[in-house]
Nanobody
Framework: QVQVVESGGGLVQAGGSLRLSCTASGLTFDDHAMGWFRQAPGKERERVSCISWSGGSTYYADSVKGRFTISRDNAKNTLYLQMNSLKPEDTAMYYC???????????????????WGQGTQVTVSS
């Protein structure tokens, strides 16, 4: 079955950086668009950034544009999220997801559209 596993979260001071990683197994990695999503306590899950299966197309939420960079290494079945200039409002559980449909570029928070990881906590202190 498909497994999605995130790593790299932690506690960082405002202005600092973190790099999240995500591996996906049980699927042909380079046939699937991928994405990062986050959910803060008491808030709904939101899109952070998504990338097409080839890496040629990307999406960023307005709140992270210019600070976060999504990338993928298809040879390593790994997705990354480089997060710079972190702010306290970036504090959340960060989830990696693989789009269920092959060769379909969407960036959806819907449970049914994605295979989801368990999440990695990012906490930014002020």
């Amino acid at each position: 079955q498909v497994q999605v596993v995130e790593s790299g979260g932690g506690l960082v001071q405002a202005g600092g950086s973190l790099r999240l990683s995500c591996t996906a197994s049980g699927l042909t990695f380079d046939d699937h668009a991928m994405g990062w999503f986050r959910q803060a306590p008491g808030k709904e899950r939101e899109r952070v950034s998504c990338i097409s299966w080839s890496g040629g197309s990307t999406y960023y939420a307005d709140s992270v544009k210019g600070r976060f960079t999504i990338s993928r290494d298809n040879a390593k079945n790994t997705l990354y999220l480089q997060m710079n200039s972190l702010k306290p409002e970036d504090t959340a559980m960060y989830y990696c997801a693989a789009v269920v449909s092959v060769l379909k570029y969407i960036c959806s928070v819907s449970t049914k559209d994605n295979y989801w990881g368990q999440g990695t906590q990012v906490t930014v202190s002020s």
